[in-house]
């Protein structure tokens, strides 16, 4: 992550013509700023949640006695206390009955076939699959996990499991038999939802066998639900929801059935377990609710990237991240559409999410830095060549940035007038902790600040806040979306949130406020000390990508006798460039200017790939034990795993 300069102006200014959601909120409320909207959304939580649920219209069919209840202390807060409601009542019942003919779900194959789904279709696909998991025994309180791809019938299950009462468990597609059955087990779950498969790079991913494989491993699945994607290549579609078979039920899109009534249930009723790989021990359970994560996310959709009625959201995302059931809810909560694409990202070449923001008229894009830095590869040459004047908002979320992917994804993508919403949370929090608004100006990378409602800081080492230095990242309050536990392990959740400062969450990243503006600067645990000095490896490897030779790199540090760590750094080369001694030497110089002599790197190693998950994450703890020969932990995420090879093949 670079280090804010004079040379990084404002780039962009918000017209303030009144149309943004948030603009008439604060109209509504009889707010003058957004910096007084903020500070009294921290100050006051309580109101500014009220205040959001009224706004956002979302439907609670009893309603609640209390917005926040802390009495069992800040890391168990209860929200909407007394209140029931349901997620697929505020996603989809309601739309079905006010806009029952506009478009819920949008979504293209890697083959190119495509198909729009309205909300009245949804519902009925919805009240189809809640009726097939009912007969199948599956009621409140029950795990049900979704291993699908990007596929509408992802939408449809996890609605339908949440109108259940039931718990859903969004499974990454990508994941091998083990994976899968370690969730499905951990979860205790009774059911679960596959494919036949799915398109990935032209080759077909025979993903029921994995399914199976799993099931089978796993004592409480009595029910297996399959979903024909690639059945409806060979064969094309056939209504059938049931079968005689006693374990498996195929599942076709194009099928409704009876209306099956939304259960409501308490607000803190678990809706989701969102499953986080672990560096040492099991993936740990998230646990998030109705109430909390629906009001959480509907108001980030709406006040951070702006998403209302006729906008066309799409976020790169599987649904094993939390950007998955977060685009699909902050989609749906405001009557939008959700855009899922299925495959790659630049298959068959390097155009094909252009072609996609181009076909589906998107309006609302999201996309990793990581990704950004891959796409840009190719040249401007596949994003000029496309209308993307639909675009009005840009998204990003993962990891930090550096500055030139991010002036290309502002100016060739977003054409200089969309916006970058940089936002930052994670898998535990439900949410976000930090994002830019759009009627703030802003300046390249920056996080913006606070989201509304977070109280979040910047601690020292000594739980001190401070400005103008790298610190913890820290929230001082509860919010609406956090998890509600780690499934089955409360006394885990404490240690790893809470331990650190009593009433503090300590999340885990590096930050810092320079200038009034947020930067994010890597993990934590991720830090690199090199002769008692702190730092952080975006930092390292934002200077590494300024070459023009370097695609790609990622830093870590590795145990030094003399110096405590000794810095290294990997580096994908970019297309044409051939490694070599002369090249090595000058990526070691490029670090020492940006960062000083002290961080030297001691070693600079090419190689073919990083070790990245579906979502686009460099897995730094994968290189630094893969280089050290150590235990990895969870690899499960892993998009590719020879990735893991290259590294100890590195040169």
């Given amino acids: 992550m670079e280090r804010p300069v004079e040379d990084h102006p404002v780039v962009w200014r918000p017209p303030l013509d009144g149309t943004t959601n948030v603009e008439r909120f604060m109209a509504a409320e009889g707010i003058a700023s957004f910096d007084e909207l903020s500070a009294r959304s921290v100050a006051e939580p309580e109101w500014f949640w009220d205040a959001v649920v009224r706004f956002l219209g979302l439907p609670f069919a009893t309603p ?40 819920a779900v949008v979504w293209e194959g890697e083959d190119g076939e495509s198909r729009e789904v309205t909300y009245a279709a949804l519902a009925g696909q919805v009240d189809a699959v809640a009726d097939l ?112 078979n006693p374990y498996e039920a195929l599942l076709y899109p194009d099928h409704t059935g009876e209306e099956v009534p939304t259960r409501p249930v308490d607000s803190e009723h678990a809706l989701f377990l969102a499953y986080t790989s672990g560096t040492t021990g099991p993936p740990k359970g998230s646990v998030h609710v109705h109430g909390g994560f629906l009001a959480k ?25 939390i950007m998955g059931p977060w685009e699909i809810v902050g989609a749906l909560a405001n009557g939008a559409t959700v855009c899922l694409y299925e495959g790659a990202p630049d298959w068959p070449g390097p155009g094909r999410v252009w072609d996609y923001v181009e076909r589906h008229r998107v309006t609302v894009l999201g996309i990793s830095p990581t990704l950004i830095r891959a ?95 790298v610190g913890e990242l820290v929230c001082t309050k509860p919010w609406p979306g956090m998890t509600r536990g780690l499934w089955k392990a409360p006394e885990r959740y404490l240690a790893t949130y809470w331990s650190r400062w009593r009433d503090v969450w300590v999340h885990g990243d590096w930050a810092s406020i320079e200038g009034g503006q947020w930067y994010l600067h890597g993990r934590s645990d991720d830090t690199i000390k090199v002769a008692g000095k702190r730092l952080g490896p975006a930092e390292v490897e934002s200077a ?46 490029v670090v020492s200017e940006h960062l000083g002599r002290s961080f030297r790197p001691s070693a600079v190693r090419f190689v073919a790939a990083l070790p990245k998950t579906r979502s686009a994450k460099v897995l730094r703890r ?12 969870d690899l499960s995420s892993l998009e590719d795993p020879a990735a893991v090879d290259a590294i100890r093949d590195a040169r």
């Fill in 64 to 103: 609640y006695t209390a917005v926040l209840d802390t009495r069992a202390g800040i890391a168990w807060s209860r929200w909407f206390t007394g209140g029931t409601t349901n997620l697929a009542a505020a996603c989809v019942d309601r739309w079905a009955a006010a806009t029952p003919s506009a478009i």
């Fill in 133 to 244: 998991l009912a007969r199948r025994g599956v009621g409140e309180g029950d795990a049900v996990g979704i291993f699908l791809p990007m596929v509408p019938e992802v939408v449809v299950a996890a609605m339908a499991v949440a109108k259940l009462g039931a718990i859903f468990l969004p499974i990454f597609s990508g994941y091998g038999a083990d994976a899968v059955a370690v969730r499905l087990a951990d979860a205790g779950a009774k059911a679960l939802v596959t494919a036949d498969g799915f398109l990935r790079r032209g080759a077909r991913v025979p993903m029921q066998d994995t399914a199976r494989a799993a099931a089978a491993a796993v004592a409480t699945v009595e029910t297996v639900v399959v979903v024909p994607r690639l059945g409806r290549l060979d064969e094309g579609a056939t209504v059938l929801v049931d079968d005689p």
């Fill in 297 to 321: 996310i509907a108001e980030e959709a709406a006040f951070q990237l702006d998403v209302s009625a006729g906008d066309r959201l799409f976020w790169f995302a599987d649904f094993g991240w």
């Fill in 375 to 469: 796409l840009m590869a190719a040249g401007e040459e596949p994003v000029r060549s496309h209308d993307l004047s639909t675009l009005r908002i840009l998204g990003s979320t993962g990891e930090p940035w550096n500055l030139e992917p991010w002036r290309w994804f502002f100016e060739v993508v977003g054409g200089s007038r969309c916006p970058v919403i940089n936002i930052s949370g994670g898998t535990e929090v439900g949410a976000c902790f930090l994002s830019p608004h759009p009627v703030q100006p802003l300046t390249p990378m920056t996080l913006g600040g606070p989201a509304l409602g977070m109280a979040v800081d910047v601690f020292d080492e000594d739980g001190r806040p401070v400005r103008e230095q």
């Fill in 544 to 589: 590494l990508v300024s070459h023009p030779a370097v695609r790609e790199a990622a830093a870590i540090g590795v145990p030094d006798e003399v110096k405590g760590e000794a810095l290294w750094a990997y580096v994908v080369l970019a297309a044409g460039t051939e490694p070599g001694e002369a090249l090595r030497a000058e990526l070691v110089d």
């Fill in 622 to 633: 994968a290189i630094r034990a893969t280089a050290l020969g150590t235990d990895p932990g």
